[in-house]
């Protein structure tokens, strides 16, 4: 039962071949006997079971969505009422929060039981799950090696198949990254659909919420249910709801995907070119052509997100000092002091670092020079998307370098870390959807995303094409081998 | 440019963050090479294009400028270091 998909868990929910109760047992079941994966920060069974039970009496009623009974859990970024929510930050180590993120709620709403909060880099700042305070998250396929980040806890737990989903925030890379990474299916929209409520702001014109799964199909289940505007996130944008499965069953005859061949250059590891390049001849095969298309300016990428996040960040962390919720220092001398203590006793070395850049950045007489000047780039990396959309339906390409480095490779180089997300970074900038699909394995056997991204608002398009490789293809169903000795 | 130990402490200062000088010291050559990344910036031709602050540009919605009820002082209160008659205490800060 663990191991079927949200769409199938749904059906079977509402033709009583299972209770919602019995499914969350299972997965609680499953939390503890992979604790070692270190994917969960808090788990109340009480909680967890109360909305089963609830989602029970809701399919015994006859009201159920696709999606009542069925488990999720969420990227400790979101804050939620019933668990603490604490960005895996020493800062807010015991946080309750007074509501739930929009997001939250509106999965709660659908029925959707929530088993608990998942670890992640802390404040989402991090490729590769090694900047929580609450240690490491392991990658399921080989415990050697990083899951990814920051939403690391939520892809290995979808990996492990210890959760059918899991929400996660994306900034630069931080869904597709640690979906390639760890085998699972994971997908940013377009900036702006879903809401930032309550969601605790890292870099807010570039946050943006989404959802890590086995297959599109189950993507777009979610989404339905999880996107659309909310009058309380200012950047929420305005729009009719839609039906993210409409297009499931897209023609790819004629879909013109295009290959940047920027994405295919110097420090590309041959491995994951090699299980990219079988993908898009498997488009082409369904019917599919390939288009060349240039993205020139692609690699600035890096730089303008190493202004614009810390800067944005510098500002939204400095809600953080001591006065009315997180970490206060047991000694101080004065206020700004214990501000002082407060915060670098509660920041672990990232958020830090990234603080004193942001606040360098935006200080007297380097604003120009820096910040308008990166948010300037940011535009003509955004308005080259838009010149080869003109050409493409979908940009598709590798999603990393490499496929998932050892703990402790990069954790002592910043810069190396940051490069990571080379190929994140531009349509985060630019504010598209994208997704991660698994498309084979590497070197050490580790598992290789596919990165598929498509123009503002064309979300349906975009998991279309993923859900008709998938039906193809095999590699999302793949399990890791801890998990296939598991009954 | 490189930063000097002692704009990191400036730095610092501003950001209100404490660091050590041993902090500082590691902190300031972290920092010198993630500038260095970022100086590619400087040599993009630029002129004439607007910075962009918003992915789908447009202007921040307003609500409607009516009373609504969010008070929920308990419950907002239920995280603070320190508290009293539904007051955040705070070091003194006016002799």
């Not at chain 1, 290995?156 to 900034?171: E, G, K, L, Y």
């Not at chain 1, 288009?291 to 809600?319: F, H, M, Q, T």
């Not at chain 1, 050409?391 to 180089?413: H, M, N, Q, R, Y």
Request: aromatic fraction near 8%; charge should be neutral.
């Amino acid at each position: 039962m663990f191991k079927k998909s949200v769409a199938e868990l749904g059906r079977a929910l509402i033709a009583r071949e299972v209770s919602a109760v019995e499914l969350a047992q299972l997965f609680l079941e499953r939390i503890e006997s992979h604790k070692d994966l270190n994917a969960f920060l808090d788990v109340r069974p009480e909680v967890t079971l109360a909305q089963a039970r609830a989602a029970d009496a809701r399919i015994a009623k006859g009201d159920a969505t696709p999606l009542t009974g069925v488990p999720v859990a969420h990227k400790d970024i979101f804050v939620t009422r019933d668990f603490h929510s604490t960005a895996s930050s020493r800062i807010l180590k015991g946080y309750m929060s007074p509501f739930d993120a929009t997001v939250v709620e509106r999965l709660g709403d659908a029925g959707m039981v929530a088993l608990g909060k998942l670890n992640c880099d802390e404040f989402a700042m991090g490729s590769s799950n090694e900047n929580s305070y609450y240690g490491n998250v392991l990658n399921p396929w080989d415990k050697s090696a990083v899951p990814g980040g920051s939403s690391g806890g939520s892809a290995a737990a979808v990996a492990a198949r210890i959760t059918p989903a899991a929400t996660a925030t994306d900034t630069g890379g931080s869904i597709r990254e640690p979906a390639a990474f760890s085998g699972v299916t994971g997908i940013k929209p377009t900036y702006g659909r879903a809401s930032r409520w309550g969601m605790i702001a890292f870099a807010s014109s570039l946050d943006q919420a989404g959802i890590m799964t086995r297959s599109a199909e189950d993507a777009a289940l979610i989404f339905n249910a999880m996107l659309g505007f909310d009058p309380k996130d200012s950047t929420s944008v305005e729009r009719a709801q839609e039906d993210y499965t409409r297009s499931l069953d897209l023609d790819l005859k004629g879909l013109r995907i295009g290959v940047p061949k920027e994405f295919f250059g110097e420090g590309l590891q041959a491995d994951v070119e090699k299980a990219v390049r079988q993908a898009l001849a498997e488009y082409v095969k369904l019917g599919a052509r390939l288009v060349d298309i240039s993205l020139p300016n692609a690699a600035l990428g890096i730089p303008v997100y190493y202004v614009i996040a810390p800067a944005e960040c510098s500002s939204n962390l400095s809600r953080f000092d001591g006065v009315r919720y997180g970490h206060r220092a047991a000694h101080f001398n004065d206020l700004i002091d214990m501000m002082k203590k407060s915060r670098s006793e509660g920041f672990g070395p990232e958020p830090k670092r990234r603080i004193l850049i942001g606040t360098y950045v935006l200080s007297h007489g380097y604003y120009d020079a820096y910040y308008i000047q990166a948010q300037k780039v940011r535009r003509i990396i955004a308005d080259e998307f838009q010149r080869a959309f003109r050409e493409c339906d979908l940009i598709a390409g590798p999603v990393t370098t490499s496929v998932a480095f050892g703990f402790g490779e990069k954790a002592a180089d910043p810069v190396a870390m940051y490069l990571s997300d080379l190929y994140t970074i531009p349509g985060s900038l630019a504010g598209i959807p994208g997704m991660s699909i698994p498309c084979g394995f590497g070197a050490k056997n580790r598992p290789v995303g596919l990165q598929l991204m498509a123009n503002y608002f064309d979300e349906a398009r975009l998991l279309g094409a993923a859900h008709r490789y998938q039906q193809a293809t095999d590699w999302h169903q793949r399990l890791p081998p801890l998990v296939q000795s598991d009954r | 440019m490189a930063l000097t130990l002692s704009d990191v402490k400036r730095i610092a200062h501003l950001a209100r963050i404490e660091v050590t000088d041993a902090e500082a010291g590691q902190a300031l050559g972290q920092l010198n090479e993630i500038f260095k990344l970022i100086e590619r910036l400087q040599s993009v031709d630029t002129s004439g294009i607007e910075p962009m602050s918003h992915p789908l540009g447009g202007s921040q919605r307003l609500r409607k400028d009516a009373a609504s009820s969010t008070e929920n002082r308990e419950a907002n209160m239920r995280n603070a270091p320190a508290q009293q008659d539904g007051l955040f205490l705070v070091p003194k800060v006016i002799e």
